[in-house]
């Protein structure tokens, strides 16, 4: 992605119409005593009877003679970034459904700087292709963003990379099953790392048996071929003094094995991986950006087939850590494969954990698809990940990692079970029966990704699949680094 960018302090019609036909005018608070296309939009107001008040509640678009588009929208320093970010999505998706290669933005008023930022990335992050694979496709291509009425922009390299970054993780998303099989998708990862210069190393199924990783095993061995694997990812800074661990789970497709899921929820069950997505693309984000953390990326990759070799309910396996499970329910695949992938992660001592995963339904239950809830074993960790996501727009809630909910994965044969046969508040104890397979004392996150899809977008992204986490990740990387 690279896109030019230039600014001019000054604002005016004519230059602005001169720079694109597609134009973007953001008023912040008050609207300007001298608005520009005043003209027009006193037009627009006087034939479909509404006032100047009617653009506080939604944007209003103007056709100009000479063939000109304008989007207007005003925003209210008192809202919420979350807020702010689906009012400039909406004022946007006129301009950006024709396609411009050319963008004009104008922002008037009270802390402008900030906004500017936030409807470039608004701006950027739907102009990117995402995969389409009809014959007809027609494909996007923004090259040049101008902004009027701001003197500098000090944000483009953080914007592009955020931007980049979660078009990477909805790409990934949303790749059909037969082209991302964890095969594939190692092959993907490999190049990727190439690229970014990032170290790669992966554990397959027959390595994994070897070191004792029951867990993750009992879970890829009903699939042929047999390729899944344990994948990392790793970057390096000079100047680094931290090190972070990225955990995603990369459930390629997820039939829910002898507990097999009915057609309904098994419709866009190859998005089970979305959070290994998430993970590869914030570490791309932070190489883009040459950020001084070392980062290492563990991907948990596999698929949940049924099959003669198929886990089954009361299995019992015996973890990487030595802990024996007892399998309960075949479906809850995703809290097997990262067990393993944790202790491996845990193992290496880094200063925070966070993992990312579509993990359970019960957290969607809870939450809808609006946010996303985490569970962390720090409750400073767990604050600072939760005002990220105020910051960020990609809003979070925190629920408890409480001990009392461990009964329920009491095993009369097992250390412990896999889950329970209900669904009531299976987010907190598929976080619980994380937890037991982290070695050493490190602060660790967990994200259930509930709203990595919702209808009509969500926050600053206009598809359904929206690339939830990147951007908050990258908002909670900032207060760690500053620790």
Known sequence: MHINWSHYLALNESSILDFSQHVLLVFVDALPATMPFH???????????????????????????????????QLKTAQSVFEQQTLLRQALKPLLAERPTRLAMAVYGQAIDSVAKLAAYVALVNAQNLPALKRDAKLAGLKDICIFGIDALPWMTEVEATAAANT???????????????????ERLQALASEQNWQYAEWNVEQLKAMGAGAFVAVAQGSEPQDAAIVKLSY?????????????????????????KSSKYMQGMHQDMNGSAVAVSILQAISTQQLPVNVDCWLALAQNHIGPNAYKQNDVVTALNGMTIEIVHTDAEGRMVLADTLTLASREKPDAILDFATLTGSMQTALGTRMSGIIANSQALASQVAEAGI?????????????DYDSELDSEIADIKQCTMESDADHIIAARFLGKFLEGNISWCHVDLSSYAHKDGLGAVASEVNGFGVALTLQWLKTFLAE
């Open 391 to 403: 910051v960020s727009g990609e809003r979070v809630v925190v629920f408890p990692y409480a001990e």
């Open 236 to 260: 390096r800074h000079a100047q680094a003094s931290k090190t972070l661990a990225l955990v995603g789970k990369g459930i390629c497709f997820d039939t829910g094995g002898h507990n097999l």
């Open 168 to 186: 990477l993780c909805r790409t990934l998303t949303l790749t059909p099953p037969n082209q991302q099989t964890p095969k594939l998708y190692r």
């Open 39 to 73: 003209t027009s939009l006193e037009n627009k107001l006087k034939r479909s009877q509404s006032t100047l008040k009617d653009i506080e509640e939604k944007p209003v678009s103007l056709e100009l003679a000479d063939g000109a588009l304008i989007s207007m929208v």
